[in-house]
């Protein structure tokens, strides 16, 4: 064209077959204003390629998403006989795209690829403020039969260390080196907590004699078994929960549990003591803290400052966008603690203010 040539093929001569949608796969935090994310991902694994299926990436397992680049990390573009049929390709293979190390969109494109008024094709600049409830919606509390299966996962787990250890000793017999939980003309109930979200969530598990587990959570109880079996690197629990099997990719990180189903993905904590919990990463006194890695730009405050709730006290740059840091109250600062220039990582404390007599906070 800008040689002055003609165009091989016109408009008509084009053919037209078929329906794709590309879904560009990001590391960013939805319910955060989609604040990019940096961090390993600790694992990644994708849908198998097909004829239908192209994935386009620059990532492995264990690479870290840095400061330096865009947070994509990939484009997943599918085909379909027509648009139906490309979008529920799309929506199988977003439930088959599983991350864990930080957070994604792909539960937001779940969302955005199955909104009604999206697959009718009623698509406009202002789609998501329009239907923000749907397409970001609270979280939710996670079924009980999820926090079955999470429990049933740790339990089988558990066991196979035990087993595992069993066949070291001398005495394979003993009963100190067993963890099926027999007991002679009893059964066993163990009380375990798991940890939806900030709420703690009571288990009681009864270790039934035909090695299934009787689970109560509240007042429902439910009928467990099931094994777990390894298939790659990957581990897979197959279960059944009062009568309904399913079988789930089951993933444990440090003290998280990750379930990874056709029906999306369910996030358990396991409660660590206080005496073994790390410091948070919150400010002792809500002071401000990086939001992600990047580069401080510019620094407002200097020590002795007295500043309001709101007030802009420096800029971040970070994958090529701007984050102002606010304050998050009134007070005075203490000590400005990065430098413009210097690189902060996230939930590096940036600011400390001075701690406020009791007395002082109350008249103000």
């Known amino acids: ?46 849908p198998p390629a097909d004829p239908c299926t192209r994935i ?39 439930r ?30 202002d789609f998501i403020p329009q239907h923000h409830k749907e397409l970001l919606p609270s979280r939710k509390a996670a079924a009980k039969e999820s926090l079955c299966q999470a429990a049933l996962g740790l339990i089988l787990k558990e066991k196979a260390m035990s087993d595992a250890f069993t066949l070291q000793t001398q005495d394979q017999f003993s009963p100190f080196s067993s963890s099926s939980g027999r007991r002679l003309n009893l059964s066993y109930t163990r009380n375990m907590t798991l940890k939806d979200g900030k709420n703690n969530v009571a288990i009681a598990v009864t270790y039934n004699h035909d090695g ?36 789930v990719k089951l993933l444990i990180l440090e003290n998280t549990l990750y379930l990874f189903s056709k029906e999306g993905s369910v996030e358990i904590d396991i409660p660590v003591p206080k005496y073994l919990s790390s410091v948070g990463s919150e400010g002792t006194q809500g002071d401000p803290l990086a939001p992600m890695t990047g ?25 090529k966008m701007e984050h102002t840091i606010k304050a998050p109250k009134d007070g005075t600062v203490k000590k400005v603690l990065c430098r413009e220039g210097a690189q902060a990582s996230r939930h590096t404390l940036l600011v400390e203010f001075e701690e406020e007599e009791p007395d002082k906070r109350n008249s103000e």
């Open 56 to 94: 386009e990436t620059g990532v492995r397992q264990g690479d870290e998403v840095s400061v330096h680049y865009d947070p994509m990390i990939a484009k997943l573009v599918v085909w379909g006989a027509d648009r139906q049929a490309a979008l529920t390709k799309l929506r199988y293979s977003l």
């Open 212 to 247: 299934s587990y009787s689970m109560q959570i509240e007042d429902k109880t439910f009928q467990v078994l099931g094994d777990i079996y390894s298939e790659g690197d990957c581990t897979y629990l197959k279960c059944s929960v009062n009568g309904v099997t399913s079988t």
């Open 1 to 46: 064209i800008a040689a002055g040539e003609k165009i091989p093929l016109s408009q008509e001569e084009i053919p037209l077959h078929g329906h794709a949608f590309e879904a560009r796969i990001y590391a960013e935090d939805p319910n955060h204003n989609f604040m990019p994310e940096t961090g390993p991902l600790v694992h990644l694994s994708i």
């Open 295 to 319: 580069t401080i730009e510019k620094v407002f405050v200097k020590a002795g400052d007295r500043v309001k709730a709101g007030d802009s006290l420096m800029v971040m740059i970070a994958m």
């Open 96 to 125: 088959q795209y599983h991350i864990v190390g930080l957070h994604t969109n792909i539960n937001f494109l779940l969302n955005l690829s199955g909104h009604p008024e999206f697959e009718a094709g009623n698509v406009h600049t």
